[in-house]
């Protein structure tokens, strides 16, 4: 972690730099309020997003804009699942048929998980230049998701093929169907959070199985930041780099569509890497931003 650390803040430094000597090279600011406006493009701990840029005064900038999410796994890691008792179940099968299982439970199976960010928003914002002829800036304003269920981040885990076949033969030898409604079955691998089973789905693949666990915030957000460059530059392009925090009201965690109570409680069944995460979102509901933003005045 402190390697982590040192890299990202060595990082930060080279990116104000290159901020700054871009900024200094610019001639000096001629903004005239509703005269310009620009469009940018940025990447950032957020994702990607778009925006658009119009002076109201010659410190103070309103920016529109749309962000979204890539749905690349930031990191992978496993989660294991506890299938002792499908285990006894099939031996004493077994032995009352006389009849062996092709495939046979063990007594945990392990499912790879991914966490990727699912963040959808749009986004108002004012920057305000304390400095005269600076590029020095306070940001704030507000993101907003018009989907109520729009996921801050997401979790989605796969079992193997082989370990969702040994469950496909137990359950068609055990005459488990499915005749009412999807995964309505009686035999299925679960994660236990709290006492309470969310089971293991096959319905995105027929070869795997799957589960998904979705954190979702509040649709209003808030967002304070600061950063360096400007957001209608006096030239034809600008680069801005900026540091900040989304603040949100509330957060659910949803297993498997089905909503926990408690995100501390849920924290229990991951490993360490996840635990971290969950913790850390429910004792601070703010979120960092590092967002790197290249920008192209139009007028």
Same mark, same amino acid.
């Given at each position: ?135 020095? #800036?306070? !940001?704030?304003?507000? $993101?907003?998701?018009?989907? %109520?269920?729009? +996921?801050?981040?997401?979790? @989605? ?90 603040? #949100?009201? !509330?957060?659910?965690? $949803?297993?498997?569509?089905? %909503?926990?109570? +408690?995100?501390?409680?849920? @924290? ?32």
């Amino acid at each position: 972690m402190s390697y982590f650390c040192t890299v990202m803040k060595k990082t930060i430094l080279a990116l104000f730099a290159v901020c700054i000597a871009f900024c200094c090279a610019n001639a000096q600011d001629n903004m005239v309020p509703f005269r310009h406006f620009s469009i940018g493009a940025e990447v950032g701990l957020h994702g990607l997003g778009v925006e658009v840029a119009m002076p109201i005064h010659n410190r103070v900038v309103l920016k529109t804009g749309f962000n979204w999410a890539s749905k690349r796994d930031l990191f992978n890691t496993d989660v294991t699942l506890d299938t002792r008792e499908l285990h006894r179940i099939q031996n004493e099968e077994a032995e009352k048929s006389g009849h062996p299982f092709d495939r046979e439970f063990g007594d945990e199976i392990v499912m790879n998980t991914g966490l990727c960010l699912g963040m959808n928003n749009f986004k108002a914002m004012v920057n305000w230049y304390p400095f005269s002829l600076g590029r020095f #800036y306070l !940001s704030g304003g507000i $993101y907003y998701s018009f989907n %109520e269920k729009d +996921s801050f981040i997401m979790l @989605s885990g796969y079992t193997t093929e082989e370990d969702w076949e040994t469950l496909i033969e137990f359950r068609t030898r055990m005459h488990d169907t499915d005749p009412y409604k999807e995964n309505n079955f009686t035999y299925n691998y679960a994660l236990v959070i709290d006492g309470e089973e969310y089971a293991v789905e096959g319905r995105n693949t027929k070869s795997r199985g799957y589960f998904e666990g979705d954190f979702v915030t509040s649709q209003l957000k808030y967002y304070l930041g600061m950063g360096l460059g400007r957001c209608v530059p006096n030239k034809r392009v600008g680069l801005q780099l900026e540091v900040g925090a989304m603040i #949100y009201n !509330s957060a659910t965690l $949803y297993c498997q569509d089905k %909503e926990l109570e +408690s995100i501390r409680e849920a @924290s229990i069944a991951f490993d360490d890497d996840i635990k971290e995460i969950f913790e850390y979102l429910d004792n601070y509901p703010v979120y960092p931003q590092l967002t790197m933003r290249i920008s192209f005045r139009m007028l």
